[in-house]
């Protein structure tokens, strides 16, 4: 039978949505109009007769695929064996950049056009738009008469868009499985042709072998791997061990590659060389290991409180805090004071900066919804990254991370702690949070908790009233409801259907279940008494013990801070003075400490010298020039010291993450600071650790 290449992908989607789908999720889905898919909807029916299925038409909820098990099997293998007749131009793109990417020797443009059963002269069409889509690799499509066509460029940024090819076309959740070894053989019916031609550009024995590896390093980091980074990490290693196995290496330049050499991520990155080298008894440049490194430099998902110590948080602090301005003038709302939105940009920003500096790439599959259904945040956003950071190109997709976090501060409410769900999501911190807050905006009595693919495993999914995903969670033996990461209207009024009917199989409970969840209670509420005692002690050490002093006489910064430090010696909050000066100048060498537009330097570090965490102020009357966070130079006369034991808690980075974004939140907080009295500051400081401790602790 004939099938249209857009018949063919409405009967791949449908099949996959047992829950059905409008005919505008179809639409969007195809990047069609809703008019053409109700035309195509007519050949879809002929199909299913044939298979003894049917289209089943409702309103609030659209199409549905009607039939028995076994015939859904049938057709779902029908589909993937068939040899198509039509594809469609961007399935034809994927194909020939796929081909010409894994490609040792140019490719005829014949070959190409008889692969896909059209003219010579639609390949050349087509290689235009290929053309289009490696300029931003730095690449170029190069077209010669008798000679054939190749991809011209260095070999990293071949694998730059071959990672990027894959990601943009390959389910995650496909991927995902495959590291969790439960991918079917060629065979199967899950992987459709476009898939299974890019998993061809890596081998998945090899992908099972890698990721083996990765896991072994793990513990060596001083953060988990957000789920995306680490998939992006296995297909860099499967791509580069086959380049490496043909004789394609990459060059690294030695300076950087020396700069690197020193980080944990080096030494990790190393560790997987050594055992990619002898599993595949191969020997790996050791430009890979910087390649690898900046992986893992960009991989970092933080917790909800960043590690300001760390370097670079207070950098890309100050810069969130300006584009948080930036957004609260335009929108007229104060979202200035929003710390979980505060932390959630910096944990995003940091790896994501630094994955844009290194022109690693990034991708979002939500970018069209975002772009429509947030359209005047994301213009918002596109103008003030242009403004905060003037010298990085962002791309859209990450524009519509930044509005997926913003969204979620602004439709945040206060939730009402009732029933549980849980929100899977594939990617992270953006799509998770944002899904959240929603949910518990639209739905008083939700208390939503996230988990990525790779922790499905690990949860105890009975703890959970409603299972909730933003992808399709293929071998998951569980009920659970797949909607999108943006909620329609249609999927809110289905989880509340079913949130309805769990309430009512709630009041049903033993006397068993009773004390269980009493002895549960029980545990939470020793867990809360001791968090609640965690930010006090830190909160109340933090605001008795501060102080400022004023120095008259000209003194070198590290003259300055030996008087400051001093006092907290003398309380035995710090076991040396020299050590933790010294410890903060060489601190200082890393990055420059003064605040670019102010006159304030803060100056901070983590050290086995320091007992307790401080924070304490000396103001010049003699200014100081020193090295800016942006590496210009700033003329200084206030300096502001921060200090924290190298094991402290996480409530104690917290209220000291608190006070740094307190610093540079507004104008009249920057005041206070450069020219407040000690009293002055110390009530700004207690204001908001008392929002700090109230948003932690009263829920």
């Known amino acids: 039978m004939y099938l249209s290449a857009r018949e063919r992908k409405i009967l791949e989607f449908l099949i996959t949505k047992d829950e059905g789908a409008t005919v505008k999720v179809i639409a969007d889905e195809l990047s069609v109009s809703v008019r053409t898919v109700h035309r195509d909807l007519k050949g879809v029916e002929d199909i299913l007769k044939e298979y003894g299925l049917q289209l089943h038409k409702k309103s609030g909820i659209g199409i549905q695929m009607i039939g028995n098990h076994e015939a859904k099997e049938k057709l779902e293998m029908f589909l993937f064996n068939l040899a198509h007749n039509e594809y469609t131009p961007e399935e034809r793109q994927i194909i020939v950049l796929s081909e010409l990417l894994e490609a040792t020797e140019p490719v005829k443009l014949q070959s190409l056009a008889n692969d896909m059963n059209v003219t010579i002269a639609t390949i050349s069409h087509d290689l235009n738009k290929v053309e289009e889509r490696l300029h931003s690799f730095d690449l170029t499509v190069l077209r010669k008469r008798g000679y054939g066509v190749e991809i011209i460029g260095s070999e990293t940024a071949k694998r730059r868009a071959m990672s990027k090819l894959i990601f943009e076309n390959i389910n995650e959740f496909d991927l995902v499985s495959l590291l969790k070894e439960t991918i079917q053989k060629k065979t199967s019916k899950t992987i459709d042709t476009i898939t299974e031609r890019l998993l061809g550009l890596v081998d998945k024995k090899n992908i099972l072998i890698i990721e083996k590896q990765i896991e072994q390093i793990k513990g060596d980091l001083p ?30 330049d030695e300076d950087h590659l020396e700069s690197l050499s020193a980080s944990k991520e080096f030494r990790a990155a190393a560790k997987i060389v050594a055992g990619l080298e002898d599993v595949f008894q191969l ?22 409180t960043d590690d300001l110590f760390e370097e670079s ?34 944990a995003h920003l940091r790896p994501a900066l630094y994955r844009l500096k290194q022109k690693m790439g990034i991708s979002n599959p939500l970018l069209s919804r975002i772009e429509t259904d947030y359209r005047d945040l994301f213009l918002i956003l596109e103008k003030g990254v242009k403004e ?28 009402i702690r009732e029933l549980k769900t849980l929100v899977v999501c594939s990617s992270g911190i953006g799509t998770s949070k944002m899904l959240s807050t929603k949910l518990a905006s639209e739905i008083p009595g939700l208390k939503t908790e996230s988990a990525s693919l790779f922790d499905l495993d690990r949860i105890d999914k009975d703890d959970f009233d409603l299972i909730i995903s933003t992808v399709g969670l293929n071998n998951f033996n569980d009920d659970y409801l797949l909607v999108s990461p943006l909620l ?14 769990k309430k009512g199989i709630r009041k049903i409970k033993s006397d068993l279940e009773q004390k269980v969840k009493k002895n549960a209670s029980t545990e939470d509420f020793v867990h809360r008494i001791g968090k609640i005692q965690r930010y006090s002690t830190a909160i109340s050490q933090l605001l008795i013990e501060f102080y400022m002093v004023e120095i008259t006489e000209r003194l070198s910064v590290q003259e300055a801070l030996k008087v400051l430090v001093k006092p907290l010696a003398e309380k035995g909050f710090v076991s040396e003075t020299n050590g933790v000066v010294q410890a903060l100048i060489e601190r200082e060498k890393i990055a420059g400490l003064g605040i670019p537009g102010t006159s304030l330097a803060l100056y901070h570090t983590k050290s086995d010298l320091v007992n307790e965490i401080s924070f304490t102020i000396a103001r010049l009357f003699q200014p100081l020039t020193v090295i800016g966070m942006d590496g210009s130079e700033v003329m200084i006369n206030t300096i502001l010291l921060m200090l924290s034991p190298l094991d402290t808690t996480d409530e104690s980075l917290e209220v000291l993450s608190g006070i740094s974004s307190l ?32 948003s932690k602790t009263e829920k």
Not at 389 to 412: C, G, Q, R, T, W
Not at 667 to 683: A, K, M, R, Y
Request: a negative charge; charged letters at 25%.
């Open 223 to 252: 953060y988990p791997i957000a789920d995306s980074a680490y998939i992006g990490l296995v297909i860099h290693l499967a791509l580069a061990i086959e380049r490496i196995e043909r004789g394609e290496l990459i060059k690294f």
């Open 283 to 304: 020997d790996i440049p050791r430009g890979e290991i910087g390649y690898i490194t900046m992986h893992l430099m960009g991989a970092k998902i933080r917790k909800s």
């Open 313 to 346: 948080a207070l950098q890309v602090g100050i810069l969130v805090q300006k584009l948080i301005q930036f957004v609260s003038r335009e929108i007229q709302f104060d979202l200035a004071i929003d710390h979980s939105l505060f932390q959630g940009l910096v």
């Open 388 to 415: 905060i950071f003037p010298d990085v190109a962002i791309p859209k997709e990450e524009i519509a991370y930044l509005v997926m976090h913003f969204a979620s501060a602004l439709i945040n409410k206060e939730e």
């Open 488 to 501: 329609s209207d249609n999927e809110i009024a289905r989880i509340k259907q079913h949130l309805l009917e």
């Open 663 to 694: 610093i540079i939140r507004d104008e009249h907080s920057i005041n206070v600071f450069q020219n407040g009295s000690e009293n002055g500051i110390l009530d700004l400081m207690a204001k908001e650790c008392k929002e700090i401790y109230q």
